[in-house]
């Protein structure tokens, strides 16, 4: 008795039916990249994953080339690719970025130095903003998440708040939980 495989030839889909495969890239975003730079390394992990995914990273790392000025399937995916850039960035942020003739290598290009150039002033403001926040009428979890949100940040402009700083300025808050939980919960 012989057995023989049945083989199934399955054609790997086209970069072009990819692309155009993922719709509502905004959907992927719980955000848009605004100004303040904040989420500006979360935003370029999840839009890396996105054009990994659709096999058209070379469109923001400059390896995909068009063959040419008339090359058209190149020039619809670099459309597409950039359109992408358009619902998960800010209109502020897009008219910074954006250029007449631009490509989604240019696009990426012009936020990397957009944000990256700026890392000094943002580091600054956002150690000011970690140090200026107040408790005030917020819940103790909602001024810990704020604080975590501003520390989060000063990270992705590559700088840190010490361990030390972030407990010494949660410290202070900690003393009033225990007086928090016994009047919310009737100790």
Not at 92 to 103: E, F, H, P, R, S
């Amino acid at each position: 008795m012989s057995t023989t495989l049945a083989s199934s030839s399955t054609t790997a889909p086209t970069t072009q039916q990819l692309v155009y495969a993922v719709t509502n890239v905004y959907n992927q975003f719980s955000f848009k990249l605004t100004f303040d730079g904040s989420k500006y390394k979360l935003w370029c992990r999840i839009f890396k994953d996105i054009c990994q995914g659709a096999k058209v990273i070379g469109h923001i790392t400059g390896k995909s080339k068009p063959t040419g000025e008339d090359d058209e399937d190149w020039n619809s995916i670099d459309s597409r690719v950039k359109s992408w850039f358009y619902s998960t960035c800010d209109p502020n942020v897009l008219q910074v970025i954006t250029t007449d003739k631009c490509t989604a290598k240019n696009l990426w290009d012009n936020l990397k130095e957009f944000f990256l150039n700026n890392k000094m002033p943002q580091m600054l403001q956002l150690q000011e903003q970690f140090h200026n926040t107040k408790k005030g009428a917020s819940s103790i979890h909602d001024y810990y998440h704020n604080l975590k949100h501003v520390a989060d940040a000063v990270h992705d402009v590559d700088s840190d708040i010490s361990e030390v700083e972030l407990v010494m300025r949660t410290s202070w808050s900690t003393a009033l939980l225990p007086k928090y939980y016994r009047c919310c919960h009737g100790y």
